[in-house]
DNA sequence: ATAAGGAGACCTTCCACAGCTAGAC
DNA sequence: CCGTCTAGCTGTGGAAGGTCTCCTT
């Protein structure tokens, strides 16, 4: 039962690999993914053990068996199997060992020898992250071991607030983020990390480096702008009235597709940012993602149920580039406006699973990643002609005129 | 503890020109 | 209102040079 590695096509497949898309078997993984630095950045989890084709975001113990969040919510929506206990399955990144994997997957009863010679110490380096939906986001104090009690998993499911209402709890969750995977998992205060330069030893994992505020395309000036004084004052925040209504108008949703993006909540900038009409809660959304991402109406894994208190939402703009996506303000919203499931929300997006968000967390960060190191080419007849257009010392020059490099038979010509 | 200098990473600029856009007719 | 023409703008890749950051002395 199973399905075969994606790379070797031999062993069977035990994990998979989100930004790769692939499922792989513990040594295709160790070598695929010690390749390179960013490689070994790509979070990996076990496989679905029903669908064989989904990461997997939890285990039921009753059933001994890992699902992703669609067999999950299948299997888990009905009266008779409802009360599984299960427990969230973390996620992993660099190299670890067969002892590491059978560490933080206790369930696995066996591993595979796995083949590390051409692992660099450096990435060995394992980091764990939680699944969002479970122990980071869970109640404070209940994630010694990364077990999750049914009482986590279900309370997410039933009452998963998607966003918060300030920016501190977002801070809180990051920092959250950033201690749990240090192994311990304790649940000690919460230590505020800026980015990793500044401060290596406190944010020293991969999880966290994907939560930089950089990473996320803000464009503060600085923390304060985003976590200071005024983070719980999403009006103070977001009040900036220089923006002309016919801007606002020209990026605004409608009203009911307000209610859904507003759970994806903000992608704030310093430069452009405008001011919700009702901040009630500080939820701001990228209008990109009303514009790039119409399909929320319709997609109802990404659009939930219409959150009144949300309607009034805070926009704001950052880059304009047009090239955002669902991904971008679905993280957006966990880093700016992500409140922890705890905290009281009332009846509102009662139905959204929470696997969703971490569904929607992990294409946020596949998507930043492919951004960051992946020039986007939006012509590529341009890109066709550059590509055969002859240079002197990199400047295109007329054609026929002299020339040091051509592309297509790196001939030089003087 | 501070300054100087090197190394490396990162950013900006430049070039020609096909294709796109907006305005005029 | 619709089609055509035209001027101006945009984006594309590689190299060079400038700037910034980190580390060593």
Redesign the pocket.
């Known amino acids: 039962m199973g399905s075969l590695c994606d790379f070797c096509g031999e062993q069977r497949s035990m994990v998979y690999c989100r930004s790769d898309a692939a499922r792989l078997c513990l040594s295709c993984d160790r070598n695929v993914h010690s390749a390179n630095a960013l490689s070994s950045r790509h979070s990996r989890t076990l496989l679905c053990d029903r669908c064989f084709s989904q990461p997997a975001i939890a285990r039921c113990i009753e059933e001994n068996i890992s699902l992703c969040h669609n067999c999950d919510w299948n299997g888990h929506n009905d009266d008779s199997a409802s009360g599984h206990k299960r427990q969230a399955i973390n996620c992993y990144s660099g190299c670890p060992s067969a002892a590491e994997l059978s560490r933080i997957w206790s369930f696995v009863t066996e591993f595979p020898q796995i083949n590390d010679s051409n692992c660099e110490e450096e990435m060995g380096l394992m980091s764990i992250s939680e699944n969002y939906v479970s122990t980071c986001w869970g109640a404070p104090g209940n994630s010694s071991n990364g077990d999750l009690a049914m009482n986590d998993l279900n309370n997410m499911n039933k009452n998963s607030p998607w966003i918060g209402s300030s920016s501190s709890s977002a801070v809180n969750a990051m920092a959250c983020s950033a201690n749990q995977q240090t192994g311990s998992l304790e649940s000690t205060t919460p230590k505020l990390c800026g980015t990793e330069?500044k401060n290596p030893g406190i944010c020293k994992n991969d999880f966290f480096e994907d939560f930089t505020v950089d990473d996320v395309d803000l464009t503060f000036e600085n923390y304060e702008e985003l976590f200071g004084g005024s983070h719980d004052n999403s009006k103070q925040l977001f009040d900036d009235t220089e923006i002309d209504d016919s801007f606002f108008d020209m990026k605004e949703m409608s009203a009911g597709n307000s209610n859904c993006q507003g759970e994806f909540g903000a992608e704030a900038s310093s430069s452009r940012h405008v001011k919700s009409s009702q901040p009630a809660c500080s939820n701001a959304v990228s209008a990109d993602s009303m514009k790039s991402n119409p399909g929320n109406k319709a997609d109802p894994s990404v659009c939930f149920p219409a959150r009144k208190a949300y309607s009034s939402v805070s926009l704001s703009f950052s880059g304009l580039t047009g090239e955002s996506s669902a991904g971008d303000h679905e993280m957006s919203s966990v880093m700016l406006t992500g409140e922890p499931p705890w905290f009281p929300t009332g009846n509102e997006c009662s139905s959204f699973p929470a696997a969703n968000r971490d569904s929607a967390v992990m294409r946020y960060k596949e998507k930043k990643k492919n951004r960051k190191f992946d020039?986007?080419?939006?012509?590529e007849?341009?890109?066709a002609?550059?590509?055969v257009?002859r240079?002197v010392?990199?400047?295109?020059?007329?054609?026929g005129d002299a020339y040091d490099?051509d592309?297509l038979c790196q001939t030089r010509s003087y």
């Open positions: 330069m020039k986007k080419i939006r012509y007849s341009r890109k002609r550059a590509d257009r240079r010392k990199g400047r295109f020059v007329k054609a490099y592309p």
